[in-house]
């Protein structure tokens, strides 16, 4: 029977962070509806800023940022919100959304996988390996399908990499922060709370004229509300039952609606070689979702 509750809860765990992931890849397609005079900086900002408000309401309102909190982990997990954020955006704007998107998001599992061998001292599991390298080579050849003229740039590769190594910081120590019994919406309240004042210099000095329209304020209010504040309490839900690097690995599906959305919203043609990392991405989810040996859920059983 315990067996059993292990796995029901990994598959649980496994849907939220999907259905998570799903909501992060409408995020370009929105971008791509929205105001053209929109700037990658402020966009992310103000995605962070409303959605940090609103996760740090809800954690208030629950009385969950009461009690003892390890500030440097706080601090480091809104740290790493801060810099994906910025890194990422900015890298994509150096060296192209697709270079940009293979370098960052697929170093994601890679970054998540190192820094729990540093913290927890222990490798993710073999399962995990098959599924990430599945998922990262589907990411490459979907994001590469879509280059009509790629351009590399130095300075945009490495700061990609800052992007997938905040991302996979913030994932490792907010799994951190559930471990020690601190719920998933005081988790993303405090984490992204710190993100957003972190990027409000962001805001106060970058080109902002683009919220003052009715387009503006819409994505930036779906920014905020739906592919941050929700998507992330589903983020944080199933983090609390998987290790960081198995979540991040599951987020590689993110690419893949982006993808797809890109095909039927912006008529964007995805192409055989599209399809054939799509088909990896799935290959690679699928490996995640099979049923295995479970281990013991590691945190603290806090209502979400």
Known sequence: MFVELCNNLGRMARLQVLLAAILFGTTGTAQALGPDASTPLTVGASRILIGGVVLATLALARGGL??????????????????????????VA?????IGAIVAIGSGPVFAGLLERIVDGRWPDRRWLAATTLATTGVAVLTLASVSEASLSATGIGLALVSGAGYATYTVVAKRLLRLG?????????????GALLLL??????DTAWLRTG??????????????????????????????????????????????LGAIVLDER???????GAALVLAGLAVLAAPGRQRRPETAEVPL
Do not use: C, K, N
């Open 66 to 91: 009461r009690g003892r909190w390890p500030l440097p982990l706080v601090v480091l997990s809104g740290i790493g919100v801060a810099v994906y954020q910025l890194a990422f955006f900015q890298a």
């Open 94 to 98: 150096d060296t192209g959304v697709a």
């Open 182 to 194: 601190h719920g998933p919406i005081p988790v993303m309240g405090a984490s992204f709370g710190v």
């Open 201 to 206: 210099p962001v805001l106060a000095f970058g």
């Open 215 to 260: 387009e503006g304020v819409t994505l930036a209010l779906y920014l905020g509300l739906v592919p941050t504040a929700l998507a992330y309490l589903l983020f944080a839900g199933g983090l609390r039952h998987l290790d960081a690097s198995e979540v991040t690995t599951i987020v590689l599906a993110e690419p893949l609606t982006a993808t797809v």
């Open 270 to 276: 995805i192409g055989v070689a599209g399809a054939v």
